[in-house]
């Protein structure tokens, strides 16, 4: 008999998550065609074994999504760690889906990615793999140039690289996608910061660290908005066309 290993798969909307999960498992989870979201809530995908063990993976709702809020996407994988967490479940292993075709990593793709870091805490960045995918959509040239620049940058995957996590490429094949998962179904299985922060401390969501990024990056972006505003507001009163103001 197997005992369980359980992997979370995380990410932004439209990041290749749920395929992911269909292709190492071999399950059937819908997968979304377009802009809209297909993992309204967690799914998870049917166990299978891999090098002795069996493995589970869980594909998680994306931040940046279309019809809910940040913190509702978070509220939600939140309920269902502290859940599994209170059952005496722990994660083997944490992978978050990052695309390569994305020309730059902008404010949005920054705020969920420290909301991810957050919620899961230093502790446990060594069982954290961050997997670039989409390759096929750029040449070598360009996807080298941004990998090296995610990985070298403290605004991006550099922090939780210099704790242990791994960087590794998908090609968008099983054996990939498994080749990925034994680079983490051995490791020691840890508590996310986010589940001892609602389960051991008893803390409310809105307490929580990965709510408190959210919190900063949101005020953050409303300040830039009300700078944006202003400077727009004074250009009219100097008739200046505000479309010639420049960033």
Not at 80 to 88: M, T, V
Request: charged letters at 25%; proline letters at 3%.
């Amino acid at each position: 008999m197997y005992s369980l290993t359980p992997c979370r798969v995380m990410g932004m909307v439209g990041s290749g998550k749920t395929s992911f999960v269909n292709s190492a498992s071999g399950s059937a989870l819908k997968v979304g065609d377009n802009l809209w979201s297909c993992t309204a809530d967690t799914q998870v995908s049917k166990p299978f074994q891999l090098d002795g063990r069996q493995i589970s993976l869980i594909d998680t709702p994306g931040f940046d999504d279309t019809t809910k809020s940040d913190f509702d996407v978070l509220n939600a994988i939140a309920v269902f760690l502290a859940q599994s967490y209170k059952q005496g479940t722990k994660l083997a292993g944490i992978i978050y889906l990052h695309r390569i075709s994305d020309i730059r990593m902008g404010g949005i793709s920054t705020r969920c990615f420290r909301m991810f870091r957050e919620l899961c805490g230093e502790t446990t960045f060594k069982n954290i793999v961050i997997v670039t995918n989409m390759w096929g959509q750029v040449s070598q040239t360009v996807g080298n140039a941004r990998e090296a620049e995610l990985a070298s940058d403290t605004l991006f995957f550099k922090p939780v690289l210099d704790k242990g996590a791994q960087l590794l490429r998908h090609d968008n094949t099983a054996d990939g996608a498994r080749n990925i998962l034994r680079r983490i179904i051995k490791n020691h299985p840890l508590p996310l910061l986010v589940q001892t922060d609602l389960v051991d401390r008893r803390l409310d969501l809105s307490g929580t660290s990965a709510a408190n990024a959210l919190d900063c990056a949101v005020n953050k972006q409303k300040e830039k908005h009300r700078i944006e505003l202003t400077r727009v507001r004074q250009a009219k009163d100097e008739g200046i066309d505000p479309l010639l103001l420049s960033n």
